[in-house]
C-alpha cells in the first residue's frame, strides 16, 4: 500500500508498506525520517468523496523539528486539544493515508496533491473573458476605455523637450560636483 509521507522541509514522497490498522503506528514510526516527542497519533481526518483522508503525526517536539507543511483547513479533530488543522503547529514527518470502507487503500502524492487543491477550492483567482468585461464596465454599461485620454504629438513634443532639460541639468550637477572635489585640498602632506 502507498502512503504519503510529508518530511518536516515539505518534501513530499510515497512510502510503500504492508500496513493495516492494527500495525499503523509501528510502520509509520519506521518511515519515519524525523520524529517528534512521544508516540505518533492520528490527528486529523477529512472526508473526500465518499472516503476519508487521515493524518497522522506528533503535536509536540523538539525546535527545529516543526513541519512546515500547511495542512488542508476543516480537518475534523481527533484528539480534543488540536488547533484547527490549518494552523496546528506539527513536528516530524505527517503521514497522508485513505480510508475506504474500513480499509486502507493507496493515497499517492498526486492523490494529495488533487485532495489539496480541492481542499483550498482550487487556488484559482483567474478571471474569465466575461469576468473581465464586466470588471471593465461601469453601472451604466459604458467601457472604462472611454476615460483614457490620448496623448497627441505636442504632448510628446513637450515630454522630450522636459526629459533633454533633465538630463542636461543632471550633467552640470555632476560636473559642479566634481570640480568642488578637485578644488579643495585639505589633506597636509
Known sequence: MKVTRIQCNCVMDEISEDINFRNIKKKLREHSLSKGVNNIQHLYTWDYEGTSILCYGWTDGLPGAENKHDLPPSGDKMISTLNDSDTQLLFGDLFI????????????????????????????????????????????????NDFIVASTAED????DEEDEEDEDDEEEDVVDDVEDELDEDVCEY
Not at 103 to 116: A, R
Not at 120 to 126: A, H, L, N, S, T
Not at 156 to 159: A, L, S
Open 97 to 144: 493515508l485513505q480510508k475506504d470502507d474500513h480499509k486502507l487503500c493507496d493515497f499517492d502524492v498526486s492523490d494529495y496533491g488533487l485532495f489539496y487543491s480541492l481542499s483550498f477550492e482550487g487556488f484559482d483567482d483567474c478571471l474569465t473573458d466575461d469576468e473581465t468585461d464586466e470588471d471593465e464596465e461601469d453601472d451604466d454599461g459604458s467601457d472604462l
Open 156 to 159: 510628446e513634443e513637450d515630454e
